[in-house]
């Protein structure tokens, strides 16, 4: 069956440096691709998403490149801030039924 | 904007009461999901509806029930809560696309 697998956290890193999340997945044909995030007390919140292959998702300063080959779609930003910690959770839609495959969240912390 | 409202953000239940959760979406979607979340565990499945009175186990549904009497509404049901029914419950909602819409959660605590 499908499944995606996200690097365990916590990431710990400090205002301004780059993050990197990585996310794989397996899936059979051509699953779509999320990025959600979620703040202390709250749901979840779509971050980005990509449908097909080579595309890139990206919003509030985060990219994400959907890559067959590799079959991942690892977060980025190129300067974080404390107000981007969270949990952030990659998720692949495919098949019938609308329905999402999470990895089991990375949590990051961003310190002053 | 979509919104999916779940009736309260946290909630204190004995053991053994029967404890209902309910979910509101305004985007007229077809399908609703209700999700746990445990440290740990990451997001698990309870229950998804595709339609009104349709309803489908999801990867957890042991000691929960759901009902949706109308398309806005999905309700989560603990016949009888016990303390491993301690978590945080989310709620989703999606039209015809992959890209799920969840509300603020609820956390539930069972003593």
Redesign the interface.
Known sequence: GDSVTQMEGPVTLSEEAFLTINCTYTATGYP?L?W?VQYP??????LL?ATKADDKGSNKGFEATYRKETTSFHLEKGSVQVSDSAVY?CAL??GA????T????TRLMVKP | DVKVTQSSRYLVKRTGEKVFLECVQDMDHENMFWYRQDPGLGLRLIYFSYDVKMKEKGDIPEGYSVSREKKERFSLILESASTNQTSMYLCASTSHGYEQYFGPGTRLTVT
């Open positions: 779509s999320f959600y007390g709250e749901g979840l919140q779509l998403k959770f839609g495919s039924g609308n329905m999402l999470f990895g089991g969240g």
